[in-house]
Structure formats: structure tokens, C-alpha cells
């Protein structure tokens, strides 16, 4: 296996320590744009998630910046090597563990600016920190959000941070959806990136979420096994698909209200979009979900809870704990993030209404 040796050093802020929402004075604190040195060639190992794709489909998660056809046609000029080795064909399986360079031609080399913005941080040490990702906040540039990322917020506040995630997402070990708020780890050196990819396909790692649901199951737990792929009418979407990739998800309905449910969701797998495909899949999509639930408060007969829902701008799902091994120590740790602000609010406006 081929190590990932990129690190790169950047600004940081003078602010208070763990827990504190982090920001830097402008006038203080004057970091310029933070400009990659040009690396054609980017190091990355395939994980657990990855473990039997296509070569450039384990290519397009590991680098979704870049589109699929424009990285199987890189394995087709022979610029991808896995495990020392050229790649010949993007259809080749990939083993979770390999080593894979890339060399991207000079054009596809990024510049990411390091910006002020504000990082509820949950805890940091000299490995990694862990946020409080608010709803709104993309995850790394891509196309339609070259800045304004969490990327960017890293790249002025922390000191160091992993190079295995490649220029555009420095650090980067998990993601959550632009609208999904909560508990994010981020590495700040290689060998915490290694260790905590490496643990992220196992049972050593446990995401749970809360989301407010339409309905009430007819169980109150469950499990949801689903395989999980593009949507065949629509491939900005995902959807419940016969020859996706296998996705667990377990439910248990924590508040049961008149017209919604929360549930507490914990994943056994890492699909895109997974909790909310599957929880439309069982006809009970999240509230505000603009994808997989649409404009379904216009069917709730009281008119009261219509507005309350109709004011959520976003999908109520919250990645409130996390648990995961240090990639330091080993020591288990648990890292909970308490409802955001609109979702905590939308949730006790429905639970006034009920018992009006």
C-alpha cells in the first residue's frame, strides 16, 4: 500500500479553546487565500465504502470534485496506478486498503481560500477537531460552491490538517449533505486520516441521527435493508434501486405526534442520501426534505401546523451523536451535537399544537 504523504500547514485564529464557535477579527487576523502548492500527483487509500466498485466509481467518491467520465478517462491515459501498478480499465474492482495515485493534470488543480466563517467546535486535540456543522454549510467546494465551505472555514481556523483528502478537501473523512446539520471529525494529520478511514466501514463506528418525519411507522423500531443507487429517471438523485450497493439503516420512533414522528436513525452503512431514500422508501420521508419529500404539509388539515412546517427551509435531519475510536489513543469517544435552533423550534411548535 502507497502512503499519503502530502501535509500543508495554514492559519489560525487566536480564539478560546474546546467548544467555542471560532472566529478570527479581519483586521487581526489578515490570512490570505491559501494557494496549493501545484501536486499533479494526490494520494488517497480505498476504504471499506469502496471496497468491490469500479475503479472510477471508487474514484468519483473518493474525488467528487471531479466528475466520473472526466476521471475514467484519466485511468485511460494511464495516470491512475493502484498499488504501485497502472491501472489499465475503469471497470477494474478495487479492494478496500489500496493504495491509489493519481496525477490530474495542472488545470484541475485548485485554489481554496481560506475564509472567516464561524466553527461550533465540539472538541479538538492534536489530532483531530470535531464540529458542529450548521444547516446551509457545504462540506468542500464543488461545483456551484467554490468557497464559502467548510473547507474553507478549516483553512483559517485549524493549524494542520490531513493531506489524503486531496486539495479540495483537506481533512475531510466523512460528509454530511449541504442541509444536514451536526457532528462532523475532521483529521488533522495523515496518520488520524488513515486510522479513522480505516474505522468508518466497521461496527467500531456508530452515526446516529434524529429526524422528524410525515407519519407515524407501524413499529416502533426497525430495520431498513435497501440496496441504494441512482435513480434510473433522474441521476441527481438516489433512490431504492435492485442492483444498488446494500444499505442498513435502523429506526426507532423516539416522539410520536399527530402528523410526524421523530425517529432516532443509526446507519450500518454510508450510502448517499441514505436515511432520507429509505425513509421515503417506507412512506415516511423527512419534513422539508425538497428532494424525496416535497410540499407534503399541504395535505395537514390544520392550518397552524402547515405554517410551523412550512417555515422549516431545510431537511429536518440531524447527525446528533457520533461515536468513534481516537485515532491516537483508541478510546471510544461519543460526540453529541443538540438540535439546531429551527428544527428544536419546529419541533416544540408541534408538540404546543397537539396539545391544543
Known amino acids: ?81 493502484l498499488d504501485g501498478r497502472t491501472a489499465k480499465k475503469p471497470s477494474q474492482r478495487v479492494e478496500s486498503g489500496q493504495g491509489i495515485e493519481i496525477d490530474f493534470p495542472d488545470a484541475a488543480s485548485a485554489t481554496v481560500e481560506a475564509q472567516e466563517l464561524p466553527l461550533h467546535i465540539l472538541h479538538e486535540d492534536d489530532d483531530l ?70 474505522a468508518w466501514g466497521t461496527d467500531a463506528v456508530k452515526k446516529e441521527y434524529l429526524a422528524l418525519v410525515y407519519g407515524t411507522p407501524s413499529t416502533d423500531r426497525g430495520t431498513i435493508d435497501a440496496a441504494i443507487g441512482r435513480d434510473p429517471r433522474d441521476r441527481k438523485r438516489m433512490a431504492v434501486v435492485a442492483h444498488g450497493r446494500r444499505a442498513i439503516t435502523e429506526y426507532e420512533v423516539a416522539q410520536r405526534l399527530r402528523y410526524v414522528s421523530l425517529l432516532r436513525c443509526t446507519l450500518r452503512t454510508g450510502r448517499t442520501h441514505q436515511i432520507r431514500v429509505h425513509l421515503k422508501h417506507i412512506g415516511h420521508p423527512i419534513v422539508g426534505d425538497p428532494v424525496y419529500s416535497g410540499p407534503q404539509w399541504r395535505g395537514i388539515p390544520e392550518k397552524r401546523v402547515q405554517r410551523a412546517i412550512a417555515r422549516m427551509e431545510r431537511q429536518a435531519l440531524h447527525a446528533v451523536r457520533l461515536t468513534f ?9 461519543t460526540m453529541e451535537a443538540a438540535l439546531p435552533h429551527d428544527f428544536a423550534s419546529l419541533l416544540d411548535e408541534l408538540s404546543s399544537s397537539q396539545n391544543r
Open 129 to 198: 477537531i470535531v464540529i458542529d456543522k450548521p444547516a446551509g454549510l457545504v462540506v468542500h467546494p464543488a461545483a456551484g460552491h467554490r468557497d464559502q465551505t467548510l473547507v474553507n472555514a478549516l483553512l483559517f481556523t485549524v493549524k494542520d490538517l490531513s493531506g489524503i483528502g486531496g486539495e479540495i478537501r483537506p481533512g475531510i473523512v466523512h460528509r454530511l449533505d449541504k442541509d444536514t446539520s451536526g457532528v462532523m471529525v475532521i483529521a488533522k494529520n495523515d496518520e488520524a486520516h488513515r486510522k479513522l478511514t480505516a
Open 1 to 81: 500500500m502507497l502512503p499519503a504523504h502530502s501535509k500543508r500547514s495554514f492559519a489560525r485564529s487566536d480564539s478560546p479553546n474546546n467548544n467555542d464557535i471560532r472566529t478570527c477579527c479581519p483586521k487581526r487576523h489578515c490570512s490570505p487565500p491559501y494557494t496549493p502548492t501545484v501536486l499533479e500527483r494526490q494520494f488517497v487509500t480505498v476504504t471499506a465504502a469502496q471496497d468491490g466498485l469500479r475503479l472510477d466509481r471508487a474514484l468519483g467518491e473518493l474525488f467528487p470534485a471531479h466528475s466520473r467520465s472526466a476521471l475514467a478517462r484519466l485511468v485511460e491515459e494511464e495516470h491512475v496506478r
Open 325 to 333: 475510536p481516537h485515532p491516537a489513543t483508541g478510546e471510544t469517544m
